[in-house]
Nanobody, 115 residues
């Protein structure tokens, strides 16, 4: 089992910044991919960004150039630095890790961007 604890969400004005963190604990034999997804009201959950153990990153087109994903393998923690936030970034953000091929999800953290 893997437990995920997220932090860093909140309310921010358009153009502002937030940093999300997600710490993983538990039985972690082989966590490869760590990532962030988001779900806005009435919409499907979508990938925001993910990162492999080796540091290869992948971003949704809508956040490229504004968001940066990083990870600290020693701390089993993944971060999402969000800059130049827009109202359309408003959503619940979920941390996701893949451990031995099985996905685990965090509880979600609300990000609200006001115009």
């Amino acid at each position: 089992q893997v437990q995920l604890v997220e932090s860093g969400g909140g309310l921010v004005q358009a153009g502002g910044s937030l940093r999300l963190s997600c710490a993983a604990s538990g039985s972690m034999l082989s966590i490869n991919v760590m990532g962030w997804y988001r779900q806005a009201p009435g919409k499907q959950r979508e990938l925001v960004a993910d990162i492999t153990w080796g540091g290869r990153t992948n971003y949704a087109d809508s956040v490229k150039g504004r968001f940066t994903i990083s990870r600290d393998n020693a701390k089993n923690t993944v971060y999402l630095q969000m800059n130049s936030l827009k109202p359309e970034d408003t959503a619940v953000y979920y941390c996701n890790v893949v451990n031995i091929g099985r996905p685990y999800w965090g509880q979600g953290t609300q990000v609200t961007v006001s115009s």
